[in-house]
C-alpha cells in the first residue's frame, strides 16, 4: 500500500468505529498502541491501523 492508497481518519472517525470514546482513542495514540501522524494541533490515523488494532484486541480476548 502506498501513501497514495492510504485512507487516514480524524480521532472522532476512529472512536466512532472503535466504539470507544474520543478520549480513549487520544490514549491510545499517546501510550503508542495506535499508530497517529500529527497534523498540526491534530491526529490522523491510519484507517489500516485501525483494523489492525480490533483485530489484534479479538484475537487476544479469544
Known sequence: MSFADAR???V????DMM???RMTVYRLVHSGELP???????F???E???QAAIENHVADTA
Do not use: N, Y
Open 8 to 10: 487516514f481518519l480524524t
Open 12 to 15: 472522532a472517525e476512529v472512536a
Open 19 to 21: 466504539r470507544v470514546s
Open 36 to 42: 497517529a501522524i500529527r497534523f498540526g494541533r491534530s
Open 44 to 46: 490522523r490515523v491510519p
Open 48 to 50: 489500516s491501523a485501525v
